[in-house]
């Protein structure tokens, strides 16, 4: 299995500050990496594909980096409505397709 | 644009069989997408359980291959999950969820079903 590993798990920021959550992938998946968020109660909604396509109608404050094993999501200024639950999800191989543990972003 | 609703039971005893349907809206499943299903139990993270593109390649999650099935109606407005053998351990909110372009990430989510084990 690949394994995505997620850091912080859980980070508290202010409105306008720039965040940045990692994943990083126990093997190289190139860019085959997809980025979720997920709102209390929500299903997830992809924002990210491609390791740093952003999907349509996401905000451009969202983007994303990386390629092999280590990857970014970044915001460039925290927003009230990004308080959420934030998942990587590899997709360079079904067996398993993976997702990260989550990082949970709290506003302060 | 294609809608995505899960319907099942919401309580299934231990040792049954889950089952869970998820009817698709607006587009009939057609070939080019990835449809699958991931679950999430209460308060924990995302796990992919099983997705396909046609009957002939269809993909489980290894630790749940041998209790699972995935299929597709012929009317092609629906596919099933069915997991047998369950026990708490598959408490979960369960989505169905799609790709149109093909690739196994997904841009297309149901709302998701609660399907809680226990006797």
């Known amino acids: 299995d690949i394994q995505m590993t997620q850091s912080p798990s859980t980070l508290s920021a202010s409105v306008g500050d720039r965040v940045t959550i990692t994943c990083r992938a126990s093997?190289?998946?190139?860019?085959?990496l997809a980025w979720y968020q997920q709102k209390p109660g929500k299903a997830p909604k992809l924002l990210i594909y491609k390791a740093s396509i952003l999907e349509s109608g996401v905000p451009s404050r969202f983007s994303g980096s990386g390629s092999g094993t280590e990857f970014t999501l970044s915001i460039s200024s925290l927003q009230p409505d990004d308080l959420a639950t934030y998942y990587c999800?590899?997709?360079?191989?079904?067996?398993?397709?993976?997702f990260g543990g989550g990082t949970k972003v709290e506003i302060k | 644009q294609v809608q995505l609703q899960e319907s099942g039971p919401g309580l299934v005893k231990p040792s049954e069989t889950l089952s869970l349907t998820c009817n698709v809206s607006g587009n009939p499943i057609s070939s080019g997408f990835y449809w699958g299903w991931i679950r999430q139990p209460p308060g924990k993270g995302l796990e992919w359980v099983g997705g396909y593109y046609d009957s002939d390649n269809i993909h489980y999650n290894p630790p749940l291959k041998g209790r699972l099935t995935i299929s597709e109606d012929a009317s092609k407005k629906h596919f099933s999950l069915k997991l047998s053998s369950v026990t708490a351990a598959d408490t979960a909110v369960y989505y169905c969820?799609?790709?149109?372009?093909?690739?196994?990430?997904?841009?297309?989510w149901g709302q998701g079903t609660l399907v809680t084990v226990s006797s």
């Open positions: 969820a799609a790709s149109k372009g093909g690739q196994p990430l997904f841009d297309y």
């Open positions: 999800q590899q997709y360079q191989s079904y067996s398993p397709l993976t």
């Open positions: 093997q190289s998946i190139s860019s085959w």
